[in-house]
C-alpha cells in the first residue's frame, strides 16, 4: 500500500507576525506512508489548486487603441481570470495585410480556471463587445485576442492551436512577450522567448510606447 515512491507538492499557510500568513512551498519526494505521516504532522495544512497560466496578445488599430486595450484588459480580469503582469506597450506596422492603420500590441499574463475552450470562448464574445468585426483576414479591427500559450500545453483541434502557430515568427508578439516571459520554454520548438526574439527575421516595425 506504502510502496509507491511519490512527489508530493504541500502548500502550507504559516502563522506569522499574528495573523498575516507567510507561504511556504514544501516538496517531498516521499514514499506515501512519510508523505502522509508529514502531511498529518503539519499544523495547517490544506491544498491549493494551482491555476493555469496562459499568455494572450491584445492588438487594435481602430478608434481609441489605448481605451480599447483597457476595455479589453478589464473584461479579461472579470470574465478569464487575475492578470498577473502586463508588457510595455508597443506600436507596430501592420501584419499581413500592409495597407491599413498601425497597431497597439500588448501582452497580458493571466491565471484561470477556464479551460482552453472556455478561454477562447470568452475572448471571442469580448471581441464582440467591443466590436470586433471580421470581414476579411488581417484586417483592421477595434480588439484581437490570441492565446499564444496555455501552461505548456499543445492544443491541435479545428477551433484551437496552442501554443499561436505564428508567435515565432512575429516580432510584435515576441517583444511584448519577452517583456513577461523571456525563460519561458515554447513547448514544441524547445526555445525561450529569448531565443525566439533573438532568432526572429520579421523586418516588421515594432516599437515601444
Not at 508567435?167 to 514544441?188: E, G, I, K, Q, S
Amino acid at each position: 500500500m506504502f510502496g509507491c515512491s511519490v512527489v508530493a507538492f504541500l502548500y502550507v499557510a504559516v502563522p506569522f507576525s499574528g495573523n498575516n500568513l507567510t507561504w511556504c512551498k514544501c516538496l517531498y519526494n516521499l514514499n506515501k506512508k512519510q508523505a502522509m505521516q508529514k502531511w498529518c504532522s503539519l499544523e495547517t495544512p490544506f491544498l491549493t489548486y494551482i491555476m493555469p497560466t496562459t499568455y494572450l496578445l491584445l492588438g487594435t488599430n481602430l478608434g481609441n487603441k489605448l481605451n480599447n486595450l483597457q476595455q479589453a484588459t478589464e473584461r479579461i480580469m472579470g470574465r478569464v481570470g487575475d492578470v498577473t503582469a502586463v508588457s510595455w506597450l508597443y506600436q507596430t506596422d501592420a501584419w499581413g495585410k500592409t495597407n491599413q492603420a498601425v497597431f497597439l500590441n500588448q501582452v497580458l499574463c493571466v491565471n484561470t480556471q477556464l479551460s482552453p475552450t472556455e478561454l477562447l470562448d470568452q475572448i471571442q464574445q469580448i471581441e464582440i463587445d467591443l466590436g470586433r468585426e471580421r470581414h476579411e483576414k488581417w484586417g483592421a479591427r477595434t480588439i484581437d485576442i490570441d492565446i499564444l500559450f496555455y501552461d505548456q500545453q499543445t492544443i491541435i483541434t479545428q477551433r484551437l492551436l496552442i501554443p499561436h502557430p505564428y508567435l515565432h515568427t512575429r516580432r510584435f508578439t515576441l517583444m511584448p512577450l519577452n517583456d513577461l516571459a523571456p525563460n519561458f520554454v515554447h513547448p514544441t520548438l524547445h526555445k525561450t522567448t529569448q531565443q525566439l526574439l533573438d532568432e526572429c527575421q520579421d523586418p516588421l516595425n515594432v516599437a515601444r510606447v
